[in-house]
């Protein structure tokens, strides 16, 4: 991979991420608008565990929350915080189980510009809708077993290219009332476990190789992808304080329009 190629993956990734746009299909996007060869699921996972090292530190009040109730729990004390880590634990379940029974079907025939430029629109109009309609009157601290496996339910779609594993998640929270920002907040909360087991299966992989040509490209758009997803992430986050979706939905709107047109008339 050129330096070039490294960068334009590395900052798409960090930036796409965990915004409610796609990041998975815009890495598919890369190759095909940048005429470089597609990178490979194995460096779409590299530049996700650098935006993974960005939510894990923009987050720590929330990881060492959680941390410190399951230590009290282990004592025999009730404490929010490891109900907490239960409610994404819960969440995280349907995606694995969805993961290894889809994984042979959810093939490179979805990761077409037709595919994603349906799920940018679907799912954008879905978000808008969300957002639209849904209450904000639930935090975080309400989330309950059937909220946790209903919001991992919906995760579940992003695996097909263009849904937005943030997004679709986002969308759900909305529709059972949670404020936006906590939508987002437990959004990101439930990409930890996501993405540190796509790293580690694929990390695994990537050290079996041992192609140190593309370690070193990988670990180089990892770094990239952690410092332009941290940015993103205290972007978006201090937006929703004080505004809605719809730039995103509008976003998803020309974008996924676009990807109609130059796949059926291009």
């Not at 239960?86 to 349907?94: E, W």
């Not at 799920?119 to 809708?129: A, E, Q, R, S, V």
């Amino acid at each position: 991979m050129t330096e070039l190629h490294i960068l334009v993956l590395a900052l798409v990734q960090g930036i796409t991420e965990f915004l409610p746009i796609s990041s998975s299909g815009h890495l598919v996007l890369v190759p095909i608008f940048g005429g470089w060869e597609d990178q490979g699921l194995l460096m779409d996972v590299a530049v996700h565990v650098g935006t993974l090292g960005a939510v894990l530190i923009y987050f720590w009040r929330d990881i060492w929350y959680m941390i410190r109730g399951l230590l009290r729990f282990t004592k025999g004390k009730k404490d929010p915080g490891a109900r907490l880590s239960a409610m994404v634990v819960i969440g995280t379940i349907p995606v694995i189980a969805a993961g290894y029974f889809l994984n042979k079907y959810i093939g490179p025939e979805f990761r077409t510009v037709e595919v994603i430029g349906w799920t940018t629109l679907g799912f954008g109009f879905l978000l808008y809708m969300a957002d639209k309609m849904g209450l904000t009157i639930r935090r975080v601290e309400h989330t309950g077993i059937v909220d946790a496996i209903l919001i991992g339910l919906a995760q579940c779609l992003a695996l097909i290219p263009g849904t937005s594993r943030s997004g679709i998640t986002m969308t759900a929270a909305r529709f059972l009332g949670y404020e936006r920002l906590d939508a987002a907040r437990f959004s990101m909360l439930l990409s930890i476990p996501a993405i540190l087991g796509a790293g580690t299966l694929k990390g695994l992989e990537l050290y079996e190789s041992g192609n140190m040509q593309l370690t070193n490209d990988a670990m180089t758009a990892a770094g990239l992808a952690f410092v332009s997803a941290f940015i993103a992430i205290a972007v978006m986050m201090a937006w929703l304080k004080r505004a809605s979706f719809t730039p995103f939905f509008i976003y998803r709107l020309g974008l996924g329009g676009f990807l109609l047109y130059y796949a059926y008339y291009l």
